[in-house]
């Protein structure tokens, strides 16, 4: 079951010591506060603020026939770029540069690379040459703006969540870069007293953009559920759903520290989200209702308590099973489990492979192959897996240079 030997640190403590700091405020991934720390919440899923409304047409996620999967890679003082080859599972390392805190996003024949806390940037790449296009710098007035996650509207224009302040910025990356800025949406609105919401992910569906606000307190706590901030990009502006009320209001989620959005493949309209945070919890963009897929308590019957320890997910093609990554509560190891989306079995998450370590998002299902990049110390690298029946390791750890960071499906 444990391809890997386990390791009895921490992941932060197997980085440089100078970089926690900073990656802590980067991927706001912390030690786990003890019990009782954290404040508690109920949200009624069926509860949707009057002003809701359905986007015109499907959410941009998961490339349905991907050839490539993209990582970055670091060892915390530089980073590169490894390909994986789908056609065959060649891995190319080192195709173009990186750094120590970026995260792939893919566009058409282009890749953005955000990179993120003090770095500040946006890298274009053309995705067949992999040679650079533009570069655009994120100026701020704050130490770090920090760029989470980036989405492309109708126009093609790329929208910025941006953690560090309470900005969402739209930037035409194939302008010059000095001219690049076309919009500014200000989200301070949902924030909660200090101003800054944590914008995070953001998903373009249709006519609309949909971003997670997390609104933590100065210690990374949260003071409540994330929340999904609705903003018009043809405005621009974030929308109010219910203006007879103050603060500014957006749709509470049901859980906290969204991690990761995946398409809901039972949904042939591409209108409902599957979520990963403290469970899975399925969203119908149509009509904002949120249900849980796999529960907070189905979670906690895996040893999958804590907001930190998930780490990522995907679907398998017709809906039915999820794939997950997610820490031990010592956050000694990773795991991977599977778990059915609709409450049969397995309905809790059940573990398959263990012994691993990963910091950011690098879990992609193409078919029946599950990819898995690990940053474990005495085995980074790769891990393949097929998952017919029983899952079983096909290959790994395979080699991607540096440790893998972040990963990406390209069409």
Do not use: K
């Not at 508690?40 to 998961?62: I, K, T």
């Not at 058409?108 to 890298?123: A, I």
């Not at 989306?341 to 012994?355: I, K, S, T, Y």
């Amino acid at each position: 079951m444990s391809p890997v030997r386990p390791s009895s640190r921490p992941p932060w403590l197997l980085r440089p010591p100078l970089l926690v700091a900073n990656l802590v405020l980067a991927a706001c991934e912390a030690p786990a506060p003890g019990p009782g720390l954290e404040p508690s919440w109920e949200v009624d899923g069926d509860d949707v603020p009057p002003g809701w409304r359905a986007p015109s047409g499907p959410c941009e996620l998961d490339p349905p026939s991907p050839t490539r999967l993209l990582l970055t890679t670091t060892d915390f003082v530089t980073g590169a770029l490894t390909v994986v080859e789908l056609v065959d599972g060649t891995v190319r390392p080192d195709v173009a540069e990186g750094s120590a805190d970026a995260i792939p996003f893919a566009h058409d024949d282009r890749v953005v690379l955000v990179h993120r806390y003090q770095l500040d940037r946006l890298d274009v790449l053309d995705a067949s040459t992999w040679s650079l296009v533009s570069q655009h710098a994120l100026a701020s007035s704050v130490p770090s703006a920090n760029p989470h996650a980036v989405a492309f509207d109708e126009r093609g224009w790329a929208w910025v969540t941006t953690f560090g302040e309470p900005t969402l910025r739209a930037l035409e990356l194939g302008a010059p870069p000095t001219s690049a800025d076309r919009a500014q949406v200000d989200l301070s609105g949902f924030a909660d007293d200090d101003g800054n919401p944590e914008a995070s992910l953001i998903v373009r569906c249709g006519d609309l953009l949909f971003v997670t606000a997390q609104r933590l307190d100065p210690g990374f706590h949260p003071l409540g559920p994330d929340v999904l901030v609705v903003v018009d990009p043809s405005e621009p502006s974030a929308m109010d759903l219910d203006p007879g009320t103050a603060p500014y209001e957006a749709l509470p989620l049901l859980g906290g520290w969204v991690r990761q959005f995946r398409r809901d493949p039972t949904d042939p309209d591409g209108l409902t989200i599957l979520a990963l945070s403290t469970g899975i919890e399925r969203i119908d963009l149509r009509t904002g209702r949120r249900q849980w897929a796999v529960s907070p308590e189905d979670m906690a019957e895996a040893d999958i308590a804590g907001r930190l320890q998930p780490q990522a997910f995907d679907v398998d093609d017709d809906g039915t099973l999820a794939y997950l990554a997610a820490y031990d509560a010592d956050f000694s190891q990773v795991r991977l489990h599977r778990v059915n989306l609709h409450g049969n079995e397995p309905r809790v998450p059940e573990p398959f492979a263990a012994g691993f370590d990963s910091v950011e998002r690098t879990l992609e299902l193409v078919g029946s192959e599950l990819w898995y990049g690990s940053t474990r110390h005495d085995a980074p690298g790769l891990w393949r897996f097929d998952v017919r029946d029983a899952p079983r390791v096909i290959a790994g750890p395979l080699p991607t240079g540096l440790p893998p960071y972040s990963m990406v499906a390209l069409p």
